[in-house]
């Protein structure tokens, strides 16, 4: 369902070299409310020409950028900050539309975790050590350049602001290319950069589709560190750009996270919490637990447990404050996570909560059933490739040894749970997980801890010290 064209907001701008400029660069892409399938916004698809004049700014902009001082990247950067926590009603309202995320979560998650992790990167700034004595040299971190920052839909100003806060706050500038799908926060982030009153170039934002405008940036000869969030095929093609230019690269990919419940855990609030983990955002969240491994002679337990938790989760209208699973952010990813139910049942898992089938009571919208899969085996499609929707798999272990085969039984390695009947019992096992983040018990989210993966999740961290030391480098000066 499509609304009159002329009742949404066209934008034929991007943010370049501090103004708002016509695109170069001919085409739009719609924005679409993932709720009602309205447009909401058409934003311009830039290409090569959007890039260069978008990387020269930059360029033009790094040697002095580079040079300021901590202080004056510290003011700015909390202008920065103090203007993402007077916007927050405004983030919300766009999460909510563009994304179709929940208004509660949204207001906690997608406006308050950017505002949390902004504020990180002060304090991170005004302590990190940018010249060190190491016997007779004096080491200098300094910046590692230009920045093209390529972002994901699934948690969109919290994933920019991940990247473009520690670049400047490292003395790099950057180039923005946000997803297709979630252009309008870019651009309001954009516009509270501009507030903020950084010097014109040092950030940048280029709209466009990841074929064009992402490949473009990835590949320029004026970009001396991409860094990428979204998917591990596109992962792979940017790191091999990459290498060819001898770029730096950041990548933050898939995952098929485990959550472990050990004997001895409490199996009940372990399954409440994973079931929660797993639904939130629907499901589209890289580090979400979306295998629980519980014990073989508890599986039928853990199975009624999960199934009686997820038939309390409804999916409904966003904006619905008593909304707790929304819609899928295209009919795209609805295409592929239904794809990948029927798949699981002709595999022979059994649906024990929702399934593929459309939901009649929400014929408009990218809507998915909440679902728990049992009976699955560790080598079934689903066990093993990241779905992206709100979709957990059950699977039964015999003994620990069997426990951490299956954890690290995927190509993944981004987070994962342990649950035990302590916390030194579950720090124990969780050193024999390949995955760069495991939460013992319910351990909460630290926006300080980097946060990245091993294998094929992904190369370099976010967040934290970590976050900021992706975007320096080194010179060691000897007397
Ligand atoms: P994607 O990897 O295609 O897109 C992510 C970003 O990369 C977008 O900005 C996109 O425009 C850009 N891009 C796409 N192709 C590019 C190219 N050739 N060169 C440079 N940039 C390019 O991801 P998607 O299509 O949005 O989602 C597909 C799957 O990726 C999801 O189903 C999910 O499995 C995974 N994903 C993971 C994360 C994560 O946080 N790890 C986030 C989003 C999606």
């Known amino acids: 369902m499509q609304q009159d ?7 034929g701008d991007q943010y370049i070299g501090g103004a708002w400029r016509p695109s170069g660069d001919a085409g739009s892409i719609p924005v679409l409310n993932p709720a009602t399938e309205q447009v909401l916004a058409t934003v311009p698809a830039g290409g090569a020409a959007d890039v260069d004049a978008a990387v020269a700014a930059a360029r033009r902009a790094a040697r002095v950028w580079g040079a300021t001082t901590r202080e004056e990247r510290l003011a700015l950067l909390t202008r920065l900050r103090d203007g993402i926590a007077e916007a927050q009603d405004e983030i ?19 406006a308050g975790l950017p505002l949390t992790v902004a504020t990180s990167y ?19 971190a300094e910046p590692a350049g230009v920045v093209a920052a390529i972002t994901p839909w699934n948690y969109p100003l919290h994933q920019i602001v991940a990247k473009v806060v520690p670049a400047l706050a490292a003395g790099c500038p950057v180039v923005l290319k946000p997803a297709e799908d979630t252009p309008l926060v870019a651009r309001l982030f954009a516009r ?30 004026g970009v001396d560190v991409v860094s990428f969030t979204g998917s591990t095929t596109v992962g792979r093609q940017i790191a091999e750009t990459a290498g060819r230019g001898l770029k730096r690269v950041t990548l933050e990919l898939g995952g098929k996270s485990a959550n472990v419940v050990l004997p001895g855990a409490d199996l009940t609030r372990a399954v409440n919490v994973n079931v929660a983990n797993v639904f939130a955002n629907s499901g589209q969240t890289c580090s979400a637990w979306t295998r629980l491994l519980v014990p073989e002679d508890r599986y039928d ?11 309390k989760y409804t999916p409904g209208d966003p904006a619905d404050p008593q909304t707790r699973v929304d819609p899928l952010v295209n009919a795209k990813q609805l295409a592929r996570v239904r794809s990948y139910l029927e798949g699981a049942l002709a595999e022979g898992a059994r649906a024990v909560a929702g399934g593929p089938d459309p939901i009649p009571e929400l014929p408009v ?22 779905i992206f929707g709100p979709v957990l798999v059950i699977l039964p272990y015999r003994d620990e040894d069997h426990a951490a085969e299956l954890a690290n039984g995927t190509p993944y390695g981004l987070a994962g749970g342990v649950w035990a009947a302590d916390t030194d019992t579950a720090a124990a096992f969780a050193r024999r997980l390949d995955t760069g983040q495991v939460d013992l018990n319910g351990g909460r989210f630290n926006p300080l801890a980097p946060f990245g993966g091993y294998k094929s999740s992904g190369l370099g ?6 976050g900021l030391e992706e975007f320096l480098q080194y010179k060691s000066l000897q007397y």
């Open 365 to 386: 919208g990218f809507y998915v059933r909440p679902t728990v899969l049992a009976d699955v085996t560790p080598d079934m499609t689903v066990a093993q490739e990241e």
């Open 301 to 311: 337990e853990a199975v009624a447990i999960a199934a009686k938790a997820a038939a």
């Open 461 to 466: 961290r976010e967040l934290g010290r970590q």
């Open 192 to 221: 509270l950069v501009h507030e903020a009153g950084f010097p014109a170039g040092v950030f940048n934002l280029v709209t466009g589709t990841g074929a064009a405008a992402g490949a473009a940036l990835a590949a320029h000869q």
């Open 5 to 11: 064209a002329e009742q949404c907001e066209r934008y």
């Open 122 to 140: 002060l304090a991170l700034l005004a302590e990190h050590p940018f010249e060190e004595r190491i016997g007779n040299s004096v080491v200098l």
């Open 92 to 110: 919300t309202r766009t999460v909510v539309a563009e994304l179709g995320a929940p208004v509660g979560f949204a207001a906690a998650v997608h």
